[in-house]
């Protein structure tokens, strides 16, 4: 070979290898030293199997053998592959397969410096990646806790307005995880899916504003209480709207029409089917089968099996016929929800 | 003798260096070094009064940095995903990993490595992803290669589903 190349190999810490079969390559020119412990110097005429050396080139030969059958001239490397040498050190190598001269060439080339430098750049980004990665997650659970005492609050909150006619505090947190389960099947999300596990259990604040001798009578309301008890639902949106808080705005939705109905025969709006939030459809839904299923001072609870076929007798009429079958597929989860929150009196007790 | 080559795969920063650091050298180092390139180790063990060379290829991690070259996967006869249990996210990582080598190499056997087991207390996985890899068919361990936990038999574990 030319001695000036043989020198540009040699500074440029590459050996030049002729394939002379499919095994067996021949070095060409001067061995470079850091090859030395890996070939021996004792190959004799300096012919060997590369990949014996170099398992790493089991990855490459077989695209190398190709590159070389299509004689291509534009080089194919192997990716970088670390050995360790004599004194311990890692060396980055290189292969590259072209073809050249009408002959297949295989060069091998310690990276040097090259590959210190991409180490480096690489360690970098990868700890920058991480220090992100921790704060991130550090957010993401801070955030998390908010949310759940934000909730708690709200419920704490809630449960306290509704303390006068004995809602519960297990009642106002079982209506926000139904509609929850309804929302999450119905593909919203997340985000959505929490604001209206807040949102649904306050459908019923604005019972703040009437007064205890019609909120908590007996018998049947004469017309004109009637018409007082229904004013419910536009204090409660007034008390919940103008907030900028989605969870509230979607309370407030939700406080307005929980008493609409599909057939456009509810209160206050006289709302028709989609034109009644679908937020307060869901919660409409569900507080009706709580409120069935759960015994009250004026009535005794119902088993499921009654409460659904009721339920069913109004779906289409005061029900979101289509809400009500995705409430029926889900009605096991209902259940598991319904028993495993249970009226924990210690919300009342504690107050 | 027989050789084997296998493969530790997943995101970076999992531990995968330090499980074969740990396997071959029985050494542990808290520095983290990024690993650039592939390294193969090699580790000499007997099964059945038989010796086989395992030939151990660490495959730098997966990020958007560096993709696993198909290549690499060439010639192995089993695989060990590696996943962080204190970042989620590296689950997820696995798990695509674990799809792409089924795509371009077909059923090998396999396990995955829930690794940095000696921090269980600030492990993240949630239900959904220990669900996903129970669900992938390959065993489930937990390793630690900082405390020398089941490494060694993760390895093994390996090496008899091959059916050597
Ligand atoms: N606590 C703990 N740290 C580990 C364990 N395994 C690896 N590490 C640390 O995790 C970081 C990344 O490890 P490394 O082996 O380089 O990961 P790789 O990028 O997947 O090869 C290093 O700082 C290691 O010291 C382990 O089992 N427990
Ligand atoms: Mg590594």
Known sequence: MDSLFASIYHTLNIAVFLRRDEQCFALQAQMPEWLMFFLGTSIAPQTCDLTDVFPYLTCFMDDAEQHWQAKRSAPLTSGVWVETNELGQELALEATALWADGQAILLLQDLGEKYRQEVSRLQQVRDGLLTQEKLENEVQKRTLKLKQREEEIAIKLVSLTSYRDEETGAHVRRIGLYAAAMAKALGWPVCQIDDIRMAAPMHDLGKIGIPDKILLKKGKLTEVEFSIMKRHTEIGAKMLQDSNIPALDMAAEIALCHHEKWDGSGYPRELHGEEIPLAARITTIVDIYDALVHERVYKKAMCEKEAVELMSSMAGAHLDPQLFRVFMELLPVMRRIRTEVHEIDDLIVSY | ?164
């Open chain 2, 1 to 164: 003798m027989i050789q084997k080559k296998i493969c530790l795969l997943g995101a970076f920063s999992v531990g995968k260096t330090s499980l074969i650091r740990r396997y071959v050298d029985s050494l542990f180092t808290d520095k983290y070094l990024t690993t650039v390139g592939v390294k193969i180790d090699k580790k000499t063990l007997q099964v059945d009064g038989q010796d086989i060379t395992l030939m151990i290829w660490d495959i730098a991690g997966e990020d958007d940095l560096t993709n696993i070259r198909t290549a690499y996967l060439r010639g192995m006869s089993g695989y060990i995903l590696v996943v962080d249990g204190t970042r989620p996210h590296t689950c997820d990582t696995a798990l695509s990993i674990h799809r792409m080598v089924r795509e371009t190499v077909g059923d090998l056997p396999a396990l995955f490595a829930l690794n940095k087991a000696d921090l269980k207390t600030q492990w993240q996985l949630d239900a959904n992803q220990l669900k996903q890899l129970q669900q992938s068919g390959c065993p489930l361990l937990e390793t630690s290669a900082k405390q020398d936990a089941g490494v060694e038999d993760m390895f093994h574990q390996l090496v008899r589903h091959m059916g050597v």
